[in-house]
């Protein structure tokens, strides 16, 4: 399945949408998680074809989601963005259809009313800001931005550093001044149909998104997952994980939650087709893929 696909998902009445930055390519296991090697992917063979390659390389994604609920557009989470210096090649002054595909998927940057952050890392927040005239200002000019408080004070204390640059400076800062900014607890409750729930470990303050309409469950996870290898490896420590230790429990705490529950989980960096089941499996877990409900084309 392309990467220029939108794929789209129905939970009752809400909508959700997918709109990738970056993706496709196998990448070695390694790059993401140091114990990630082509005979541990291989072990497990239901990774295969849309997760992990045959050679026991790694399939993933870098993309927004968008929820429509009601009169509310809501974009989870805002990829790398166009023009930030990164120390990762592909990502560095990134020059992207970003934003054009956003609004041939329907949804103009005018159009958004709340941009949230599961957490404030590189790949989440990039897009929160764009250049315009050597300054960087609101993308989206009509929206609140969220931002979780705990989160905020962590990444804005003198202690801690992010690895790629000042992200704070040139993707959250701008959008404080700007006074768009909101600090919400972890226990936001956006809308009846949306709310956060807390998902603590790969960074201090990080959020998963639950959605919940007319019976009908869904729940986008952050980074609390950047693989569905992770279901069945829930140990397997990222190497962009905070505290890694709170990371392991928060993920197994999740699994089991939602583990045989028709509860449709949304990988933030999960490869097409995104969306699925978790299910027990020897021990440990599976992701189960389930088709979008809709498919387009750009």
Same mark, same amino acid.
């Given at each position: 399945?392309?990467?220029?696909?939108?794929?789209?998902?129905?939970?009752?009445?809400?909508?959700?949408?997918?709109?990738?930055?970056?993706?496709? #390519?196998?990448?070695? @296991?390694?790059? !993401?998680?140091?114990?990630?090697? /082509?005979?541990?992917?291989?072990?497990? &063979?239901? +990774?295969?074809?849309?997760?992990?390659?045959?050679?026991?390389?790694?399939?993933?994604?870098?993309?927004?989601?968008?929820?429509?609920?009601?009169?509310?557009?809501?974009?989870?989470?805002?990829?790398?963005?166009?023009?930030?210096?990164?120390?990762?090649?592909?990502?560095?002054?990134?020059?992207?259809?970003?934003?054009?595909?956003?609004?041939?998927?329907?949804?103009?940057?005018?159009?958004?009313?709340?941009?949230?952050?599961?957490?404030?890392?590189?790949?989440?927040?990039?897009?929160?800001?764009?250049?315009?005239?050597?300054?960087?200002?609101?993308?989206?000019?009509?929206?609140?931005?969220?931002?979780?408080?705990?989160?905020?004070?962590?990444?804005?204390?003198?202690?801690? #550093?992010?690895?790629? @640059?000042?992200? !704070?400076?040139?993707?959250?800062? /701008?959008?404080?001044?700007?006074?768009? &900014?909101? +600090?919400?607890?972890?226990?936001?409750?956006?809308?009846?149909?949306?709310?956060?729930?807390?998902?603590?470990?790969?960074?201090?303050?990080?959020?998963?998104?639950?959605?919940?309409?007319?019976?009908?469950?869904?729940?986008?996870?952050?980074?609390?997952?950047?693989?569905?290898?992770?279901?069945?490896?829930?140990?397997?420590?990222?190497?962009?994980?905070?505290?890694?230790?709170?990371?392991?429990?928060?993920?197994?705490?999740?699994?089991?939650?939602?583990?045989?529950?028709?509860?449709?989980?949304?990988?933030?960096?999960?490869?097409?087709?995104?969306?699925?089941?978790?299910?027990?499996?020897?021990?440990?877990?599976?992701?189960?893929?389930?088709?979008?409900?809709?498919?387009?084309?750009?």
């Amino acid at each position: 399945m392309a990467e220029g696909q939108f794929l789209r998902w129905q939970v009752g009445d809400v909508r959700i949408t997918r709109v990738a930055e970056l993706g496709g #390519e196998p990448f070695p @296991g390694k790059l !993401m998680f140091p114990a990630a090697t /082509p005979v541990l992917v291989q072990r497990h &063979a239901w +990774l295969r074809p849309h997760f992990a390659h045959a050679d026991g390389r790694l399939y993933g994604s870098i993309h927004s989601f968008v929820i429509e609920t009601g009169q509310r557009r809501i974009i989870v989470d805002t990829c790398v963005g166009n023009d930030k210096a990164r120390s990762i090649r592909a990502w560095n002054l990134l020059q992207g259809p970003f934003l054009a595909d956003l609004a041939e998927a329907g949804f103009p940057a005018e159009s958004i009313d709340t941009v949230l952050c599961t957490h404030l890392h590189v790949d989440h927040v990039g897009w929160n800001t764009r250049l315009v005239n050597g300054k960087w200002i609101p993308t989206f000019p009509n929206a609140r931005y969220l931002f979780g408080r705990r989160e905020w004070e962590h990444w804005a204390s003198e202690a801690a #550093e992010h690895r790629d @640059g000042d992200v !704070m400076a040139d993707s959250v800062r /701008p959008i404080i001044a700007a006074g768009l &900014a909101e +600090l919400v607890d972890m226990t936001q409750v956006l809308t009846p149909e949306v709310r956060l729930e807390p998902t603590p470990g790969h960074t201090p303050g990080h959020v998963s998104v639950r959605i919940s309409s007319h019976g009908e469950e869904a729940v986008i996870t952050g980074d609390l997952m950047h693989h569905p290898l992770q279901c069945a490896e829930p140990d397997l420590a990222n190497n962009f994980d905070v505290d890694a230790a709170a990371a392991r429990r928060t993920r197994r705490d999740f699994l089991a939650r939602y583990a045989n529950k028709p509860v449709l989980v949304l990988g933030t960096h999960f490869a097409p087709p995104t969306g699925g089941w978790v299910v027990d499996a020897a021990g440990a877990w599976r992701f189960e893929a389930a088709p979008p409900a809709d498919v387009s084309n750009t």
